[in-house]
């Protein structure tokens, strides 16, 4: 049995919250939190960055407004002009409404594709659903997992370390 990691569970957001800060403090790099509900300011204290998917949102909806604008033009403009009212054939405001409604498609798929790609989903295993007592992290629950890839991970050390912070229970994450 190789050990994935420790897993400390807590009864409250702030518990959980002053747990990050302190492992992130203690310089523990690799560490998960579960918790039921968001918790303001934890990415933050986990010391997460910016996951580029307002980035790739950006690119993909300037792209489908490009194609929505350039099949328009194309479609009306090149391939079968027909000049009413003495207006131009690459008239922008008629092309707006397709233009915009392309950008908000191509944006919301590269959202969705982007969140689950970046978040590693789907994921019907991980170690932490084996550990007695996890299911409650959908309920009430609040548990903290520092991994064994740390850097800085020693099992004593680290048991010693979440035991300090006051959690129900500690316990061992096996892979």
């Keep these: 049995m190789s050990l994935h990691g420790l897993i400390a569970e807590f009864e409250n957001s702030e518990e959980l919250l ?10 523990y790099r690799r560490f998960e939190a579960y918790c039921p509900e968001p918790v303001e ?7 997460l960055k910016d996951s580029g998917v307002a980035f790739a ?9 490009a194609i929505g604008y350039m099949l328009q033009y194309y479609a009306l403009g090149l391939d079968y002009p027909i000049n009413t ?3 131009p054939l690459n008239s922008w ?5 397709i233009t915009f409604e392309l950008a908000i498609l191509f944006g919301g798929i590269a959202a969705f594709l982007a969140v689950l790609i970046l978040s590693g989903l789907p994921r019907p295993y991980h170690p932490v659903f084996n550990v007695p007592g996890f299911e409650r992290v959908s309920r009430d629950r609040f548990f903290l997992v520092i991994e064994s890839a740390d850097e800085r991970f020693d ?3 680290t048991r010693r370390f979440l035991l300090s912070l006051g959690p ?6 096996a892979d």
């Design 85 to 87: 009212g003495g207006r």
């Design 155 to 157: 099992e004593e050390r």
């Design 41 to 47: 300011g934890l990415a933050e204290a986990m010391g």
């Design 57 to 65: 949102v950006l690119f993909a909806a300037l792209i489908g407004a």
């Design 93 to 97: 405001p008629i092309f707006i409404v």
């Design 168 to 173: 129900r229970e500690v316990s061992e994450v």
């Design 18 to 27: 002053h747990a990050a800060r302190s492992a992130r403090a203690e310089g």
